[in-house]
């Protein structure tokens, strides 16, 4: 394997799920002839090289076989196909607490939860009043555990695991262990491993987490790797293409436009699309700071007796709405029987996401609405910095060493006027 602490090839892991457990039985018998299961592939193809020293993130929906990838690196579970090598003692931190005996005491259960993860006598004993110490649990580790409190468990599995001061270590969602002051040192323990050169494989739902600590990630989708990049790269990617609602979601948040009887010829909207500003190019990816232009081209065949304004706005994959712009906003109505309205956005605010961009039409008041459209083409904004949130707000900072606050100046007042 040379400089890679990490190496798997074609990983698979195939699980076989029957209707009914008789199904199992019954195939039995007949000794595979009849197939009593359909096949589920939680994971396939997944090929990884990992260099000693380096940060793995890996990000996902539930369901992506994330969990089931890191069972099989730590051998809790063997591939259906490929092979998995790991140079080094291996440590991991999946599930917490898992193992522990409820009848031991925290002070037994750790130096069995110590030797399971491959510690020896000797070095089980030199450990334990770091294990005691980091845990925080005071007279309660010469307990049984089943006097514990769920988050006294998940502190004293998490000194256990991170006492073992592995060469991989294997991390699975665990910095919400206990309360903050806990969770602080937990991060900080998980960063000291990193600083001494061990490898580390994070699975986490927390983008922002896998951004901080990974150098690199990869996406699983479906139990396979749709991308591996720096975590900045795969992180921005998966926030701006998972879980992206399809057109009739749209259509269903924005309601469907009132119909009068009688209405006969009304405002229509022809066209929307979005451009790249002062280009032909439609475009529907693009970067946070780009310039835009939305192009609306209406039909008013009475533009004397029904005069409209024109709004645009951006619905985020998951119906946030983000803005939302009107002629009617800036005193503008619409004129003539047809032509184009064009909504220019010099520098896009918006951060990674999906977002789909409609256009509605208004009467004069910005009430009625006569007409609306979404642009058949969703806007995918591809952030490659490490900002999180909605938009990228413009900004700067001033620091001011020294300076109290406004309280602290009322209060030293206060105490003034009483002297």
Same mark, same amino acid.
Request: aromatic share 8%; charged share 30%.
């Given at each position: 394997?040379?400089?890679?602490?990490?190496?798997?090839?074609?990983?698979?892991?195939?699980?076989?799920?029957?209707?009914?457990?008789?199904?199992?039985?019954?195939?039995?018998?007949?000794?595979?002839?009849?197939?009593?299961?359909?096949?589920?592939?939680?994971?396939?193809?997944?090929?990884?090289?990992?260099?000693?020293?380096?940060?793995?993130?890996?990000?996902?929906?539930?369901?992506?076989?994330?969990?089931?990838?890191?069972?099989?690196?730590?051998?809790?579970?063997?591939?259906? !196909?490929?092979?998995? %090598?790991?140079? /080094?003692?291996?440590?991991?931190?999946?599930?917490? /607490?898992?193992?522990?005996?409820?009848?031991?005491? /925290?002070? @037994?259960?750790?130096?069995?939860?110590?030797?399971?993860?491959?510690?020896?006598?000797?070095?089980?004993?030199?450990?334990?009043?770091?294990?005691?110490?980091?845990?925080?649990?005071?007279?309660?580790?010469?307990? $049984?555990?089943?006097?514990?409190?769920?988050?006294?468990?998940?502190?004293?599995? &998490?000194?256990?695991?991170?006492?073992?001061?592995?060469?991989?270590?294997?991390?699975?969602?665990v910095f919400a262990v206990g309360d903050l002051h806990f969770q602080?040192?937990?991060?900080?323990? *998980?960063?000291?491993?990193?600083?001494?050169? !061990?490898?580390?494989?994070?699975?986490?739902?927390?983008?922002?987490?896998? %951004?901080?600590?990974?150098?690199?990630?990869?996406?699983?989708?479906?139990?396979?790797?749709?991308?591996?990049?720096?975590?900045?790269?795969?992180?921005?990617?998966?926030?701006? &293409?998972?879980?992206?609602?399809? %057109? *009739?979601?749209?259509?269903?948040?924005?309601?469907?436009?009132? =119909?009068?009887?009688?209405? /006969?010829?009304r405002p229509r909207i022809a066209d929307a699309r979005i451009y790249?500003?002062? !280009?032909?190019?439609?475009? @529907?990816?693009?970067?946070?700071? @780009?310039?835009?232009?939305?192009?609306?081209?209406? %039909?008013?065949? @009475?533009?004397?007796?029904?005069?409209?304004?024109?709004?645009?706005?951006?619905?985020?994959?998951?119906?946030?709405?983000?803005?939302?712009?009107?002629?009617?906003?800036?005193?503008?109505? #619409? $004129?003539?029987?047809?032509?184009?309205?064009?909504?220019?956005?010099?520098?896009?605010?918006?951060?990674?996401?999906?977002?789909?961009?409609?256009? *509605?039409?208004?009467?004069?008041?910005?009430?009625?609405?006569?007409?609306?459209?979404?642009?058949?083409?969703?806007?995918?904004?591809?952030?490659?910095?490490?900002?999180?949130?909605? &938009?990228?707000?413009?900004?700067?900072?001033? #620091?001011?060493?020294?300076?109290?606050?406004?309280?602290?100046?009322?209060?030293?007042?206060?105490?003034?006027? =009483?002297?």
């Open positions: 394997m040379g400089r890679f602490a990490l190496e798997a090839v074609d990983l698979g892991k195939c699980y076989r799920l029957y209707g009914h457990p008789v199904g199992r039985i019954l195939e039995a018998v007949s000794r595979g002839r009849r197939k009593r299961h359909r096949e589920h592939w939680a994971l396939r193809d997944v090929n990884l090289k990992l260099a000693r020293g380096a940060t793995l993130g890996v990000v996902g929906a539930n369901g992506a076989g994330k969990s089931t990838l890191l069972r099989i690196l730590t051998g809790v579970t063997t591939p259906s !196909t490929g092979v998995c %090598r790991i140079e /080094g003692k291996v440590g991991s931190l999946l599930e917490l /607490g898992a193992g522990f005996h409820s009848s031991f005491s /925290g002070r @037994d259960n750790a130096r069995m939860n110590a030797s399971i993860l491959g510690l020896n006598r000797s070095e089980i004993e030199a450990r334990l009043p770091a294990i005691e110490a980091f845990a925080e649990i005071g007279e309660f580790f010469d307990r $049984p555990v089943r006097t514990y409190s769920s988050g006294m468990a998940m502190r004293l599995a &998490f000194s256990v695991a991170s006492a073992l001061e592995p060469d991989v270590l294997l991390v699975d969602e602080r040192k937990c991060v900080e323990r *998980i960063f000291e491993l990193k600083r001494r050169g !061990t490898t580390i494989v994070f699975c986490s739902h927390s983008l922002y987490d896998v %951004r901080q600590l990974c150098d690199e990630a990869i996406w699983l989708r479906d139990g396979r790797v749709v991308e591996h990049a720096d975590a900045v790269t795969v992180t921005n990617d998966y926030a701006a &293409f998972e879980r992206s609602l399809d %057109r *009739i979601d749209v259509e269903k948040v924005l309601a469907e436009v009132p =119909r009068a009887a009688g209405e /006969g010829e790249r500003a002062g !280009t032909e190019e439609e475009v @529907d990816r693009i970067a946070p700071g @780009d310039g835009i232009e939305v192009r609306v081209w209406y %039909r008013n065949p @009475d533009p004397a007796r029904t005069p409209i304004h024109v709004a645009v706005g951006f619905y985020r994959n998951d119906s946030t709405l983000c803005c939302a712009d009107s002629t009617e906003f800036a005193r503008l109505l #619409v $004129p003539g029987r047809a032509g184009c309205v064009i909504h220019r956005v010099p520098r896009v605010a918006l951060l990674s996401g999906t977002f789909h961009v409609f256009a *509605i039409l208004f009467d004069e008041r910005a009430v009625h609405r006569y007409d609306q459209l979404i642009c058949r083409r969703p806007l995918v904004v591809l952030n490659r910095g490490k900002d999180v949130g909605l &938009f990228l707000q413009d900004h700067s900072w001033e #620091v001011r060493p020294g300076e109290e606050g406004p309280a602290a100046a009322a209060a030293e007042a206060g105490a003034r006027a =009483r002297r």
